[in-house]
């Protein structure tokens, strides 16, 4: 059964210690308001670390806790600390709530920011560095999988060092698919320049989970012309509401049918959180475009 849920990201929640953050009760109470039952936990520390006090919040507001996103440096060894507490927290957390899915997530790298959505032009790592990468990679998904009996997802993102298909694939080669599968972010991987569906078609028995975000074509064509940065871009709305970009979310549907997918797709809609749009409103909007496909 496909369930479908949202995540802090959508109210503009990026980083726990943002002053610019709403309430975390309030994107609790407004993602029910939208219709949905089920919720990421966000950036660790956003929501409340205490169970007991999450639990009732959860509880309150009838929802869910999905998974969790360690959105982290694990392209820089210098921050592998950073890395492990993000990655122990999270995993703690996850593990209280009963929810089942881990997110690994290379942020944001000032050496590929100019070239997102640019595979041609980014720099790549050399073979000992991306060696190092991996095994940072490998560290926290066998720790999800092993130590707390987490189903863990590799997600590409736009700007890091995991961001472009071929890069996907390679770790996905290199590491067993019964320690990592596939969070598969349909937005980031056509902001990368590559088509989601075909990589579903390839991979659909890899993903274990998916994240649902759209792509408007007129901001990305902008943003990757000027080179802008990749949370200036989510503040001129690259992330559209679902069904107002490029993503053929009717086909993406129709793969997950005909995979027998069982579980939770997660609406992410990344933005500004003092911009000019509601995210109350998108969530309404994104929830009941995904009901009239058949979600």
Known sequence: MIKIGNAPCSWGVEFAN????PDWQRVLEENAIAGYNGIELGPVGFMPEDPIVLSEALDQF?????????FRAFHDPDCWDDVLDGSIRTCKALAAHGATRLVLIDSI????APTAGRAAEAEQMDNIEWQKFRDRILTIAKMGTEEYGLSVGIHAHAAGFMDFEPELERLLSEIDEKILGICFDTGHHLYAGFDPVKFMEKYISRINYMHFKDIDPVVKADVVKKRTGFYDACGQGIFCNLGDGNVDFPRVRQLLLDANFDGWCTVEQDCDPTGSTSPLNDAKLNRNYLKSIGF
């Open 18 to 21: 943002d002053a610019r953050n």
């Open 62 to 70: 009838n929802q869910e806790l999905i998974g969790g996103v360690v």
């Open 109 to 112: 790298s000032p050496r590929r």
